[in-house]
């Protein structure tokens, strides 16, 4: 029989009684004629509570200590999901990770898939099991350690499988209905998107649009995984969420599929940096070693030997970036005057596949801003994004005016 | 280095100040030169929920999926165990039922532990490690599913790990700080005792004073583990709590050292059963079949070929025991005129190896009881233990008259 996976989330756990309306759709699938395999989250808060134990004990905590226990939510939702096929007579059993097993690196708490022996599971399917239960987010490391895949892990288990079971999709649901054109709280107009292609999905999902882990989508898009994102409390239908899928399956061709904004940047600034052959080498070497992640670059024109060099990086990240820059300057490896961290900024990006082929998209953007009087801080481009730096303030005029610039509200 | 088992339940770990109290105990037993194994309980409450939400889900549950979900309490107090102790330097970590494994019977939800090897941990131990915190009451099976031991488990994890280990002591922590003559609610003159045997033990486990799983009791007898029960709220001292061991280690010989009482106790009485050779098996036979745990009997002497049986036995099991008789006597196998359940009674017991060798122990328990003008209902009696079935109404009454009449407020 065909395999599909489900993967369903933590608001969609939450309870005994979400757990039975999830595993009701899970049925509804079995008499479709799938082999399902069900991936599961913790109960919305479970996981929570169990960091905060972590954090309250050991603030600088043993990672494959907290794998140990923040893992241990997902077992429990895998055992009532079994449970509850089980009382609706749908042949089912939980799979926790280490028995699969879910084979990672000895990456704690960020590991990584490296293989999902599927025997044991297709071996149950053909004696008549027709759901296996497993516990998202956690694998076993070669040293037979618990491992998790880091926040949002649970997608990335769902897609792992998908592609290690050839399985025909790989349905997440959660508490959205799909993927917008842009975040429906900053714009009213924003509309669910019926198809994306993996790319977009991935430029969206890492610029901040929070429906995914980046990474089940990268894997997915290696993989070739159909992946469709739906709500667990609305009416199912056949069309119901957004597909995520190869770029041939995408009829559809407009040069912006969607605006993705995110507060979590900040905009640092070097000021009066010598400026001299190797000097981006020496300021984003040890920004690199201390872990943070650089995004946008912008350098000015140097005069008199010395030049701005700007850079936006996670709010999160700005104390760890003044150290390495700090220490570099100690160390006398790079010269600044200044260091200035803009914690005030916002990044808006316009995502599309189809820029590659309609020119004009980034002019139209930087006239839309300009029209909003919004003043553009730092620029950067790749084949199918453009994102700008803003201040704060403006990103909710900024989304809703590039929204309407490209006609986003219309399907078509 | 010697190894020194510690187990703390689930109120001595309830949250993570109490985690690091029981943290710091363990601390001094490494400082004394201990390696230590810790078993710990799930945080207390947490089984509790979790049985509930099997109990929601799925009234009749798979046990396999029971098990599966109510082991990861444990698993998260022994994550948070060992990230307590590193946090004070201690070097320690987590050992979940199967990366041990503690191997165990298929006997879901009452599975018995049948090896737990030693290698893993013991190589731990030499490489520097001093601490392994093991989740209690879990195992694996064979098929490599999770398996748990029953409610108390972790008493039994602890001492078959005392008892593989070779350890020295098995100290298990919890909410009470020693065995007592008999339960201080009833008697408020009920003294702590300093050594008990395993035998006596074994007696006052099973009859109702809930200080230690049965279970792990027979273990400790049959390996020779000694136990030391003590509380993980008092200031720790050299002879906190009562030490379980051998009898040969106990010089103190009194005829009775415990009164237990049990108010979990039916009594059931098959009026004018026609008496025949083979009708005890014809009505325990069904009942043994029916999982009903039989305790005392009595037969009345047969009058013109009837007689009345009496049994006890515990009082959840009342309506398993009619529907065994009531079945029985359809199909013609036994004929009585009525069954009559009389569930208003209690167990009161007299318990101590010294009755061996003293006599009168008996004598001087039932003219105890007519003193009180107290009616005993049914007697029962093994060779250091004297029960007796009696008002439930009476019970208090004769614990503590029992307790006087037996001297045992005095330590010798």
């Known amino acids: ?66 794998d140990a226990v923040v893992s241990s939510g997902e077992n429990v939702t895998a055992g009532l999901m079994a449970l509850t096929l089980q009382e609706m007579d749908v042949p089912a059993r939980s799979w926790q990770g280490w028995q699969v097993p879910v084979q990672t690196t000895s990456a704690h708490s960020a590991a990584r898939i490296e293989a999902i022996p599927s025997e044991n599971i297709m071996a149950k399917f053909s004696q008549g099991m027709r759901v296996a239960v497993v516990a998202g987010f956690q694998g076993v490391s070669p040293e037979g350690r618990i491992t998790t895949l880091g926040r949002g892990g649970s997608d990335t288990t769902a897609v792992a499988f998908a592609a290690a079971f050839d399985a025909e999709r790989c349905d997440i649901y959660t508490d959205v209905d799909g993927v917008y054109t842009t975040d429906p709280r900053i714009a009213g107009k924003a509309r669910k998107l019926e198809k994306i292609s993996f790319e977009e999905m991935l430029e969206l999902a890492s610029l901040g649009a929070k429906v995914l882990q980046t990474r089940s989508v990268e894997l997915a898009m290696r993989f070739g995984v159909r992946l469709r994102v739906l709500s667990s409390f609305e009416e199912y239908d056949e069309t119901a969420g957004t597909l995520i899928c190869a770029e041939e399956d995408i009829v559809e061709n407009k040069p912006v599929v969607g605006i993705a904004a995110s507060r979590d940047e900040a905009k640092m600034t070097l000021v009066s940096v010598a400026d001299r052959p190797g000097i981006a080498a020496a300021i984003f070497g040890p920004l690199s070693e201390h872990a943070v992640n650089v995004d946008m670059i912008i350098q000015n024109i140097a005069e008199e030997g010395r030049t701005d060099m700007t850079f936006s990086c996670p709010i999160d990240q700005v104390k760890r970036a003044e150290k390495a820059l700090n220490e570099a300057k100690e160390k006398g490896e790079i010269n600044f005057h200044d260091l200035i961290a803009d914690t005030e900024v916002a990044k808006v990006s316009a995502v599309g596949i189809g820029m590659r082929s309609q020119s004009g998209v980034a002019a139209k953007m930087f006239q839309t801003l300009r029209d909003e009087g919004i003043n553009i801080k730092v620029i950067s481009t790749s084949e199918i994004k453009i994102s700008v730096l803003i201040d704060r303030k403006y990103m909710e005029l900024a989304v809703q005016a590039l929204h309407d610039a490209f006609e986003l509200e219309k399907a078509s």
């Open 1 to 66: 029989m065909p395999v599909l996976v489900m993967k369903f989330g933590g608001t969609s756990v939450a309870n005994i009684d979400r757990i039975r309306r999830a595993a009701k759709r899970v049925g509804i699938e079995v008499a479709n004629g799938y082999d399902v395999i069900v991936i599961v989250s913790a109960m919305s808060g479970e996981t929570n509570k169990l960091v905060s134990y972590v954090d309250d004990v050991s603030p600088l905590y043993d990672a494959r200590e907290y």
